[in-house]
Nanobody, 115 residues
Framework: DVQLQASGGGLVQAGGSLRLSCVAS????????IGWFRQVSGKVREAVAC???????YYDDSVKGRFTISRDNARRTLYLQMNSLRPEDTAVYYC?????????WGQGTLVTVSS
C-alpha cells in the first residue's frame, strides 16, 4: 500500500521558518511527481507546491520566494522549507501524489503561525 507520512508542523511566530517532511512507502518514489497542499478549516484544500520526478518545481503565487520544495529520492522523502511565515500560512499541510490516476494523501501536519 502507498503511504505518505508527513511531519514537521508546529507553532511558529510570523517571520519564522519550518521544514515539513513527507516520507513515502509502497511506491517507486522517484517515478512520480509529488506535492504539498494545505487546508484551512472550512475552506477548500489548495495546492502549495509540486515537484516533478525530474525535479521541476511549481509554486502557488502566495508562497513564491518564501517556500522551497525539494525531494531526496534515496530517502524517499519530500520536503517543504517554509521561510518568512505569515499568519495566513496557518493550515494543515498534506503531501500528495497520484499514481495511475489514483490520488494518495498523507495524514496532514498542522502549521500555526502566530502574529
Amino acid at each position: 500500500d502507498v503511504q505518505l507520512q508527513a511531519s514537521g508542523g508546529g507553532l511558529v511566530q510570523a517571520g519564522g521558518s519550518l521544514r515539513l517532511s513527507c516520507v513515502a512507502s509502497g511506491l517507486s518514489f522517484d517515478d512520480y511527481a509529488i506535492g504539498w497542499f494545505r487546508q484551512v478549516s472550512g475552506k477548500v484544500r489548495e495546492a502549495v507546491a509540486c515537484i516533478t520526478k525530474d525535479g521541476a518545481t511549481y509554486y502557488d503565487d502566495s508562497v513564491k520566494g518564501r517556500f522551497t520544495i525539494s525531494r531526496d529520492n534515496a530517502r524517499r522523502t519530500l520536503y517543504l522549507q517554509m521561510n518568512s511565515l505569515r499568519p495566513e500560512d496557518t493550515a494543515v499541510y498534506y503531501c500528495y501524489t497520484s499514481i495511475r490516476e489514483r490520488g494518495y494523501w498523507g495524514q496532514g501536519t498542522l502549521v500555526t503561525v502566530s502574529s
